[in-house]
Nanobody, 111 residues
């Protein structure tokens, strides 16, 4: 079974940047579609960005032009580069694949 571990969250001022990482266990990572999701207090979990095993990406409208998802199959890792952060980006960010979820990493953006 795949296990996912996220890291890279923290506290940042509005306009700042963070890079989230998610490392997966197992030897099938390269063919997995991966996604980054987030959940803010009192809100439903929502898709932020996704990347297929072939490297095709998709983004939620609210992060287009600010966030970039990428992957390094040699490291079993997927990344989320977040630039121009806004207070409304504050949430717990999760990576997911095959209905498996990591523990999440907190991102807090101060105004």
């Amino acid at each position: 079974q795949v296990r996912l571990v996220e890291s890279g969250g923290g506290l940042v001022q509005a306009g700042g940047s963070l890079r989230l990482s998610c490392v997966a266990s197992g030897n099938i990572f390269s063919i997995l579609d991966m996604g980054w999701y987030r959940q803010a207090p009192g809100k439903q979990r929502e898709l932020v960005a996704g990347i297929t095993g072939g490297g095709i990406t998709n983004y939620a409208d609210f992060v287009k032009g600010r966030f970039t998802i990428s992957r390094d199959n040699a490291k079993n890792a997927v990344y989320l580069q977040m630039n121009s952060l806004k207070p409304e980006d504050t949430a717990v960010y999760y990576c997911s694949t095959l209905n498996v979820w990591g523990q999440g990493t907190q991102v807090t953006v101060s105004s």
